[in-house]
């Protein structure tokens, strides 16, 4: 297929340890975007990476989140030390170009519980 | 503070009729304004792109409209059937700085047959 996959699909942690979520976004699209969903709620933007610049991390919640793009394709979010609070389905979406003018094509997302 | 609000959390439909969704914005500059469906356990599905110079699109059965005066977005969905029963969402890109799009909380739209 030739959406954005993302795994695992559901994954349960212990509260204290570490997590990676990993995203494969649509070949040749160079924007590449994390959000967060919690139940009932709107999407949370967390990162975002364009190209070869540096990622805008300004919706990172702590500096127990992370993420990394490598050679510009896949995508791997870490959070560190998880808290019950992380609980969430965490989004990846990537396009073409930048930013909201063209669309955003969505993975099905991670289920994250921390116990 | 910005803001984006989808007035109606939830909104039930009688199949055939037209449903209209709102979302209302403050604080904003908008350039772009899109709406996107989301099904349970599933992401976001993009549905329509509306520039802030332009007051009307369409697709198929889909409208929205867009007026910057009012701050508003409303989304028609005609002849609707169940199969339009989903969570949708609107986004902002705004005109000033970062090139992020921010989401509502979304409407759960259900068609009763």
């Known amino acids: 297929g030739a959406g954005v996959s993302q795994s695992p699909s559901n994954k349960v942690t212990e509260k204290g340890k570490d997590v990676e979520l990993r995203c494969d976004p649509i070949?040749?699209?160079?924007?590449l975007y994390w959000y967060r969903q919690s139940l009932g709620q709107g999407l949370e933007f967390l990162i975002y990476f364009q190209g070869n610049s540096a990622p805008d991390k300004s919706g990172l919640p702590s500096d127990r989140f992370s993420a990394e793009r490598t050679g510009g394709s896949v995508s791997t979010l870490t959070i560190q030390r998880t808290q019950q609070e992380d609980s969430a389905v965490y989004l990846c979406a990537s396009s073409h170009i930048a930013g909201g003018r063209e669309t955003q094509y969505f993975g099905p997302g991670t289920r994250l519980l921390v116990l | 503070s910005q803001k984006i609000e989808q007035n109606s959390e939830a909104l039930n439909i009688q199949e055939g009729k037209t449903a209209t969704l709102t979302c209302n914005y403050t604080?904003?500059?908008?350039?772009?304004l899109q709406w996107y469906r989301q099904d349970p356990g599933r992401g976001p599905v993009f549905l329509l792109l509306?520039?802030?110079?332009?007051k009307e699109k369409r697709k198929e059965r889909l409208k929205v409209t867009f007026d910057t005066t009012l701050k508003q977005s409303l989304f028609h969905i005609t002849a609707s059937q169940p199969a339009d029963s989903a969570t949708y969402l609107c986004?902002?890109?705004?005109?000033?700085?970062?090139?992020?799009?921010?989401f509502g909380t979304g409407t759960r739209l259900t068609i009763i047959p």
């Open positions: 986004a902002l890109l705004s005109n000033f700085g970062n090139e992020k799009l921010t």
């Open positions: 509306i520039r802030e110079n332009e």
């Open positions: 070949s040749g699209h160079t924007a």
């Open positions: 604080n904003y500059s908008p350039a772009y």
